[in-house]
């Protein structure tokens, strides 16, 4: 299993940044990737950006150019950076970790407890 710990949200100006960071510890071998998601009140959780293990990335439309996912792999640490919040971002943040089992051919997602983070107006 992997255990993830969220680190990073609080309170921003519209127009402010933050970074989150996420730290992996277990069975970090079995990680092919890494992410983000958001769950805003009374809405479905969303994807944000994720990381493969090779430094691919991908990000959701809303937030192309203004946020940043990265890794350090040394550290067994994802972040992201976020630029240009927006008042809709306001959503607790959760981390993703996404193994995959070869004995079994298995994919297993493994989730922190979240962070919130909060877009003032």
């Known amino acids: 299993q992997v255990q993830l710990v969220e680190s990073g949200g609080g309170l921003v100006q519209a127009g402010g940044s933050l970074r989150l960071s996420c730290a992996a510890s277990?069975?970090?071998?079995?990680?092919?990737?890494m992410g983000w998601y958001r769950q805003a009140p009374g809405k479905e959780r969303e994807l944000v950006a994720t990381i493969t293990s090779g430094g691919r990335t991908y990000y959701a439309d809303s937030v192309k150019v203004r946020f940043t996912i990265s890794r350090d792999n040394a550290k067994n640490t994802v972040y992201l950076q976020m630029s240009s919040l927006k008042p809709e971002g306001t959503a607790v943040y959760y981390c993703?970790?996404?193994?995959?089992?070869?004995?079994?051919?298995?994919?297993?997602?493994?989730w922190g407890q979240g962070t919130q983070v909060t877009v003032s107006s």
């Open positions: 277990g069975d970090i071998i079995c990680i092919s990737a």
């Open positions: 993703n970790s996404r193994c995959y089992y070869s004995d079994y051919d298995r994919f297993d997602d493994y």
